[in-house]
């Protein structure tokens, strides 16, 4: 089964930042990942997929990149409504499997 | 308006059974893979089992392998998923997640959730 490391595991971060966050693939997986956004007590958003696709409707302040084993979700300048709880997934085989998730916080 | 609306939730004995469904609307539910995922109270997301269009290819976790059944009624455009033999690390929100995209894997429109408790 193939896993996926996420880092960081959470993140403290002030409105108008740069966040980075990587997801490691533990074998070749192409492009297939996906990158989701979570509120508390709420589902999955879907924000990117094929890597660096974004999503109808996602702000550009969204991006990701990255192919192979290590790919990167960037929030070019984070907004007050984007705390919040981001995992990816990588969908190259199953089972799928997704990382461990990243917690943005308010600094 | 694609929405899906999963039920059948609620609290269940250790070694119980319970049968979750999701009904859906608002497109072909006939030409989409289906999926359920799991998040565990405070977890990560979690995925439990893959359902092809015409019901000839089911994928599951291992963690589940022998336990649940995932189902499809195309006639009544749902998703089911059977919990047999639940544990206690089997109590989680339950998400109904259709996977879209022609040539891309991509979980693009999810339910609510309903929430399995395993407790005595």
């Known amino acids: 089964a193939i896993q996926m490391t996420q880092s960081p595991s959470s993140l403290s971060a002030s409105v108008g930042d740069r966040v980075t966050i990587t997801c490691r693939a533990s074998?070749?997986?192409?492009?297939?990942l996906s990158w989701y956004q979570q509120k508390p007590g709420k589902a999955p958003k879907l924000l990117i997929y094929?890597?660096?696709i974004l999503q109808s409707g996602v702000p550009s302040t969204f991006s990701g990149s990255g192919s192979g084993t290590d790919f990167t979700l960037t929030i070019t300048s984070l907004q007050a409504e984007d705390f919040a709880t981001y995992y990816c997934l990588q969908s190259f085989d199953y089972p799928l499997s997704f990382g461990g998730g990243t917690r943005v916080e308010v600094k | 308006e694609v929405q899906l609306v999963e039920s059948g939730g609620g609290l269940v004995r250790p070694g119980g059974s319970l049968r979750l469904s999701c009904k859906v609307s608002g497109f072909a539910f006939s030409d989409y893979i289906m999926n359920w995922v799991r998040q565990a109270p405070g977890k990560g997301l979690e995925w439990v089992s893959s359902i092809s269009p015409d019901s000839n290819y089911i994928s599951q976790a291992d963690s589940v392998k022998g336990r649940f059944t995932i189902s499809r009624d195309n006639a009544r455009n749902s998703l089911y998923l059977f919990l047999d033999d639940v544990r206690g690390d089997d109590t989680a929100v339950y998400y109904c997640?259709?996977?879209?995209?022609?040539?891309?894997?991509?979980?693009?429109?999810w339910g609510q959730g309903t929430l399995v408790t395993v407790s005595s």
């Open positions: 094929g890597s660096s």
């Open positions: 997640v259709r996977v879209g995209g022609s040539a891309t894997y991509i979980l693009d429109h």
């Open positions: 074998q070749v997986i192409d492009r297939d």
